[in-house]
């Protein structure tokens, strides 16, 4: 009987290569083929404000734009944001003048635990990038993919009708 170490135990899995711009860097990153999007962010590159609610793709909490698209980080695996332009609830803000989104939401008092909030404002942000949002009833049916457990929905929906406007492309979608 020959004694193994433990490495040698261990089955190799083959790492993917990953390339994408993140939060306007460039990252060149290596990743097993199962590692979500949700935990590359937060636990290989340390960018915590991305959260993980329920793991199913139902709360919205991991929401993040992908190509400018919101998407549920959880149910994204990484390697398929290959080649990909990635923004996180970081990303957003320019320094230190915070994004309009998030600017609207503090005026709003859009939140209260906070605990959504990330996935709400990048959720905000995808939904005045489709372009879709004419009114109050679609803001909140096309943001009802993301939950608030303390339910400042209200507050949200303030914030969301007041920067609408102004996030909006040209081209994207008509006025009120």
């Known amino acids: 009987m020959s004694a ?7 089955p190799s899995f083959v790492r993917h290569p990953l390339r994408l711009t993140l939060n306007g860097q460039e990252r060149q990153l ?3 083929p199962w590692t979500t999007l949700l935990d ?4 290989q590159l340390d ?3 991305t959260k993980k609610g329920c793991d199913h793709g139902q709360c919205g909490a991991c929401t993040v ?3 400018g698209k919101r998407v549920n980080a959880c149910l994204t695996l990484a390697v398929m944001c290959d080649g990909a332009e990635l923004v996180t609830i970081e990303g957003l803000a320019t320094g230190d003048e915070l994004h309009p989104m998030q600017q609207a939401f503090i005026k709003h008092d859009a939140f209260q635990c906070g605990y959504c909030t990330p996935g709400q404002i990048c959720s905000a942000v995808g939904l005045a990038n489709e372009g879709r949002a004419h ?3 679609d803001i909140q049916e096309l943001m009802s993919g993301n939950l608030c457990r303390c339910g400042a929905y209200n507050n949200i929906r303030d914030a969301i009708e007041e920067v609408l406007p102004s996030c909006r492309q040209p081209g994207q979608g008509g006025g009120q």
């Open 47 to 49: 960018l915590i404000g």
């Open 65 to 67: 734009l992908l190509n």
């Open 135 to 137: 009114s109050r009833a």
């Open 30 to 32: 290596e990743v097993l």
């Open 4 to 10: 193994t170490t433990p490495e040698a135990a261990q």
């Open 40 to 43: 590359l962010l937060r636990e």
